[in-house]
């Protein structure tokens, strides 16, 4: 196995660390080595005979022994890694990570790593909402770290909720798709938008929606886990930029389409930005003041259409352009109408009216519609459904160079 992925494995203390066996198992099948780590609380769970044993490879455990420090250093210890899994994470751990700390062997070794980290944690439901968790998983994941789960389920402790370790096969999948995801697209120059614009009407006031950009940020970030050199061109949101990406923060309409613009070539572009349809015509250069005369009149102009901007035929055109139609009815209708009306060649659709919760939060429902073909995708997190995208994206170049 000389040649083979490796995972540094960490069982930190938790009732779920039994499962980490048949995680390593699973692992292993699959051609991908396992080194473990286990804590002092972790081998109240399980033992490091029994890890040993289906590993087929040495248990570490002391951050002081004098032999392992001979034989395996620590930092060598996860830098020998392609990847670090912490599973079951739980909060104990989980808020030593954020906080840098290095007071035990597991920690030490996630500090001094320079490789991946992903975590599946596992807690009671009342640690695992508690404020103090989840600054802490924002911390983290604004830092790089992947995550798998938690699960919604029954707890040991008799209580129901999120926080349940998600299960073996879930986390070797995360896993595989981790080790897949650095190539499929490599070569290969993205270009997404995300977020609002903001058109203003003076200094102070402005025209916006209710994107939050959390799909825009999902898409740019599944496409660059899939090797592709992705630019992001931002309006204003309140979101980390996505790791490994080149971000263009604009505000209006104009600043974005400049910034796409000067981003091309590209091979895909996918304007996933809720781009305002208008702007003030001339906006005031002072504050405009409250009047007896009563409200202002606003002379709106429309802006320009950045995804039909994108899909004109010509030399810079990407050779795929995926636009997205978001709608309060008739959402198959109109998407399909607008696939056509700007020309690009993928259109996804998307219903935000008010009850669907789609602007600001954390899901969404896709249609994807193409030239030959109209496909409904399930409700599901907009990470899914930018893992989801980006797949398909990968199929279609894949599909091209064969």
């Known amino acids: 196995m000389s040649n083979?992925?490796?995972?540094?494995?960490?069982?930190?203390?938790?009732?779920?660390?039994?499962?980490?066996?048949?995680?390593?198992?699973?692992?292993?099948?699959?051609?991908?080595?396992?080194?473990?780590?286990?804590?002092?609380?972790?081998?109240?769970?399980?033992?490091?005979?029994?890890?040993?044993?289906?590993?087929?490879?040495?248990?570490?455990?002391?951050?002081?022994?004098?032999?392992?420090?001979?034989?395996?250093?620590?930092?060598?210890?996860?830098?020998?890694?392609?990847?670090?899994?912490?599973?079951?994470?739980?909060?104990?751990?989980?808020?030593?990570?954020?906080?840098?700390?290095?007071?035990?062997?597991?920690?030490?070794?996630?500090?001094?790593?320079?490789?991946?980290?992903?975590?599946?944690?596992?807690?009671?439901?009342?640690?695992?909402?508690?404020p103090a968790t989840q600054a802490n998983l924002a911390s983290l994941k604004a830092r790089g770290t992947l995550f798998v789960g938690p699960n919604e389920g029954d707890m040991a402790c008799g209580e129901y909720g999120p926080g349940r370790l998600a299960e073996p096969e879930e986390i070797v999948t995360a896993v595989e798709r981790f080790f897949q995801s650095g190539s499929r697209l490599e070569g290969l120059r993205a270009l997404v938008t995300s977020g609002p614009t903001h058109e203003a009407i003076d200094p102070v006031r402005y025209i916006a929606n209710r994107s939050s950009g959390k799909q825009g940020h999902a898409i740019a970030q599944a496409l660059a886990d899939l090797g592709a050199d992705t630019t992001l061109v931002s309006g204003p949101t309140s979101l980390p930029d996505p790791e490994r990406v080149r971000v263009k923060h604009v505000r209006s309409a104009e600043e974005m389409l400049a910034a796409c613009l000067d981003s091309l070539p590209s091979d895909v572009a996918v304007c996933a930005a809720a781009v305002a349809d208008w702007k003030v015509a001339a906006a005031a250069n002072q504050k405009l003041k409250k009047g007896d005369e009563g409200p202002p009149s606003l002379t709106l102009t429309a802006n320009p259409d950045i995804l039909a901007r994108l899909a004109e035929p010509g030399a810079q055109r990407p050779r795929l352009v995926i636009g997205f139609a978001a709608e309060t009815e008739k959402v198959i209708e109109h998407a399909t109408a607008k696939r056509q009306r700007k020309g690009c060649d993928w259109i996804l659709a998307n219903d935000v009216s008010a009850e669907s919760g789609t602007f600001g939060g954390d899901d969404n429902s896709i249609h994807l519609i193409s030239a030959d073909a109209n496909e409904s995708w399930p409700r599901m997190s907009k990470r899914q459904v930018a893992a989801c995208l980006a797949e398909r994206v990968a199929t279609h170049f894949e599909s091209r160079r064969a």
């Not at 051609?31 to 609380?41: E, H, N, P």
């Not at 890694?81 to 994470?89: F, G, I, M, T, Y």
């Not at 920690?107 to 596992?122: E, G, I, N, Q, W």
């Open 4 to 130: 083979a992925k490796r995972v540094l494995l960490i069982v930190s203390g938790g009732i779920a660390a039994y499962k980490s066996l048949e995680v390593i198992r699973r692992l292993r099948e699959r051609g991908i080595a396992v080194r473990c780590i286990l804590t002092a609380g972790g081998a109240q769970f399980v033992t490091p005979l029994s890890l040993s044993a289906i590993s087929g490879d040495k248990v570490y455990g002391e951050l002081f022994s004098l032999t392992d420090e001979a034989e395996m250093g620590h930092i060598q210890l996860s830098r020998d890694a392609d990847l670090l899994l912490v599973a079951p994470a739980t909060a104990d751990i989980l808020a030593r990570m954020t906080q840098g700390l290095a007071n035990d062997l597991a920690t030490t070794a996630l500090l001094a790593t320079d490789k991946p980290v992903m975590v599946a944690p596992s807690m009671n439901v009342r640690m695992w909402t508690h």
